[in-house]
């Protein structure tokens, strides 16, 4: 906006965090079912599904920085964000709903078609997500604001995610005669690719249209004129070296491996380490409702108090050492059996309480990158949202393809079995597997809490990078 207003109304905020939808039913599927579904339902190894998953996550990455700096430049009658995100909504669903619904292939075919298919899936979300974030620094330049619609996406992402996985768990994933764990029959994984297709794109639409009225108000791209490679490279590279962007980057680097590791295994301790049903499991999955509205609560509240980069270091160390808690405890013989009455109520309190915690620092670290925003262009005299977003999905998407190869040289290390049933896998493999997934995201939760420690913008840093840029406006119109 030409001036962004410093409060938003309700419908606006709505509008711009429903879009998140798509991408938590997207990252649900990725980071907990398909590695699953494509190894131990549809029986391709391991360690080919994570590969795919892998080089898809490579080549759609590569996509971000191209269609951010994209959004940051178009020139349109509907603004430079919006035709990306009207473009993106179709393709999106059709090839999700592919994804889960694979033809009859033998393991080669069915890998090239994974491969094929998540590149699909991830790249056509990128042409919606990246603009689509960018947009929260134009909508309101607030210091506060700005962790409101970033309470609000969050919390409509992981309550998005939340509910199809509860649904997929509840109605999908059922027991039959065939399959004793509904986890394992592959029905409830091709309607899951109906329904989440339809979510994702219910939520584009209503996302894009809700905020197409703003267009007309928002930042508009810079005056078009010839750039060769060299120039736009030197300029982004301008952008990206600014010292409280590199320190996200970095927490993003080892946060996005630890939580594409924590998704992946998440179905591998649910259905081996605990023995829960898709039932049980549904009602474990569903607590995370209660997460994401503690969350919206507690992130923004501690922000106001301590500032958004120590509430956030805060939340950051906690959720690396709470999350992966139970299963420790579970080696030391300290959590219920998993025939007791207390193992259920105490996963639930603990993902809660974890669950919080992460989404809580995930919060506050999206609303410190939007202040970035005006202090870069303090610095450089470009507005680069879509940049900066985009970098950020970048490292969040390549190395969460991290986390899954990760978890397939676990279960390669601890030999475990393709097609396994509860029940049939050795207590040794299993103790084995809970072994090495505790400290390993307890490293990675901690370490990224360390690199946020280099972050360096404050309210009132910000708030003199806003005067800084009227003032600076103010003295181009007078000499214009």
Request: proline share 5%; net charge positive; charged share 15%.
């Amino acid at each position: 906006m030409s001036g962004s207003r410093d409060h938003l109304d309700p419908f606006t905020k709505f509008s711009y965090g429903i879009g998140a939808v798509a991408y938590g039913v997207k990252d649900n599927g990725f980071g907990y079912f398909l590695l699953f579904y494509y190894s131990q339902v549809l029986g391709l190894p391991s360690y080919r599904a994570s590969l795919a998953i892998f080089i898809a996550l490579f080549v759609d990455a590569l996509s971000d920085p191209l269609v951010g700096t994209a959004s940051d430049r178009l020139h349109s009658r509907w603004g430079r964000r919006h035709p990306f995100m009207y473009l993106s909504a179709l393709p999106i669903a059709f090839s999700f709903y592919l994804l889960w619904n694979p033809p009859a292939l033998d393991s080669q075919a069915l890998f090239y078609y994974l491969v094929v298919m998540a590149v699909l899936v991830r790249t056509f979300l990128t042409f919606f997500e990246v603009p689509s974030t960018a947009l929260a620094p134009e909508l309101t330049d607030s210091y506060d604001e700005r962790t409101t619609l970033s309470t609000i996406r969050h919390f409509c992402g992981w309550a998005g995610g939340i509910a199809i996985a509860a649904i997929a768990y509840s109605f999908l994933l059922v027991p039959t005669e065939t399959y004793a764990k509904g986890q394992n029959n592959p029905q409830g994984y091709e309607l899951y690719g109906v329904l989440g297709g339809g979510l994702m794109l219910a939520s584009i639409l209503i996302s894009t249209i809700g905020t197409h009225r703003f267009i007309p108000r928002l930042k508009r791209p810079p005056v078009r004129r010839q750039r060769g490679l060299g120039e736009l490279l030197r300029e982004t590279r301008e952008t990206l070296s600014n010292r409280s962007f590199l320190s996200i980057f970095a927490f993003g680097i080892f946060s996005s491996t630890g939580a594409g590791f924590a998704g992946a295994m998440s179905i591998y301790l649910y259905t081996y380490l605990w023995e829960l049903d898709s039932g049980v499991i549904s009602t474990l999955v569903l607590s995370g409702i209660l997460s994401a509205l503690l969350a919206a609560v507690v992130a923004p509240t501690l922000a106001r108090r301590l500032g958004k980069k120590q509430a956030a270091m805060i939340f950051a160390v906690l959720a690396g050492t709470s999350h992966p808690m139970p299963v420790a405890l579970r080696l030391f013989g300290w959590m219920p059996a998993n025939d007791s009455e207390w193992l259920l109520p105490t996963l639930i309190a603990w993902n809660v309480v974890s669950t919080a915690l992460i989404i809580s620092a995930a919060t506050l670290v999206s609303s410190m990158m939007a202040d970035i925003v005006e202090e870069s262009e303090l610095a450089t005299g470009r507005r680069s949202e879509g940049t900066f977003f985009a970098a950020r999905s970048f490292i969040s998407k390549s190395l969460s393809g991290l986390g899954i190869v990760i978890t397939t040289l676990l279960l390669e290390a601890v030999g475990f079995p393709a097609r396994a049933q509860p029940g049939e896998v050795s207590p040794e493999t299993i103790r084995a597997l809970a072994a090495g997934y505790a400290p390993t995201l307890l490293a990675f939760f901690l370490v990224s809490m360390v690199c946020l420690a280099t972050y360096r913008l404050t309210r009132e840093q910000h708030e003199a990078n806003l005067a800084a840029l009227a003032d600076r406006a103010l003295r181009q119109s007078k000499a214009d």
